[in-house]
């Protein structure tokens, strides 16, 4: 694991396709005096993505890749991070796969966050799939990603109650006032030498 030292913050790339609330609630979690990260580079595969609305806000530089050609792409993804001196990513919605070879030049330092309690319902419509097969209990997670789909080690999960009446749309909102809270504790439990 990446240790601190001093005041110095791990650089971070926060990776989006959509409306990026996960990396609004990182931008302001790295503004805290006692935070272990700050975020220098947003990373979409989707020009109309909402959240890189958030690049401008908080003058955050943001690189978007048309993802026509994964190879291609991650190649520049990769330059760009190099780039920028990049030690840390943090996935919050993306919705494309990285390749193996991607995530083997960044073994350690991926996140992602995930909408369930991994190992349930790895991939998409989590929601649906926990309240078509009466769960009581749904949640999310916060894990290292590895080679194999939502399957890296823990770090961080929180279980969330489902009500009688829960839709999908009711269970997102839900679990994603909580991913809010889970991912900056995840990343303070990595970084705990604070
Ligand atoms: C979150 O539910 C996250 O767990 C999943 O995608 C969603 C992204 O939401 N991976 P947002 O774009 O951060 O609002």
């Keep these: ?15 989006i396709s959509g409306t990026g609330s996960n990396l609004k609630n990182l931008i302001e979690f790295s503004l805290k005096k006692k935070t272990p990260i700050e ?24 690189k978007i890749y048309n993802y026509d050609k994964k190879q291609i792409s991650e190649k520049k993804i990769l330059k760009d991070l190099k ?18 070879d991607f995530i083997r030049k960044f073994k350690g330092k991926i996140l992602n966050i995930h909408p369930s309690l991994l190992p349930k319902y790895k ?7 926990a309240i078509q097969n009466k769960e009581k209990y749904s949640g999310c ?10 399957s890296g080690k823990i770090i961080l999960q929180k279980k969330v ?5 829960e839709t999908p749309l009711s269970l997102q909102k839900k679990i994603l006032k909580h991913e809010h809270i889970l991912y900056p504790r995840a990343i303070n439990k990595i970084f705990a030498n604070l």
Aim: aromatic residues 6%; hydrophobic residues 45%.
């Design 1 to 15: 694991m990446v240790k601190l030292i001093g005041p110095k913050k791990i650089r971070t790339a926060v990776f």
């Design 39 to 62: 975020v220098n580079l947003i990373v979409s595969n989707n020009v109309k993505a909402k959240g890189l609305r958030f690049a401008k806000l908080y003058k955050i530089k943001k």
């Design 83 to 100: 780039l920028n001196n990049i030690k840390l990513i943090c996935l919050a919605g993306f919705m494309k796969i990285l390749s193996k």
């Design 123 to 129: 991939g998409l419509n989590t929601h649906n799939r």
């Design 141 to 150: 997670t916060v894990h290292l990603v590895n080679s194999k789909l939502d």
């Design 161 to 165: 109650k489902l009500s009688k009446k």
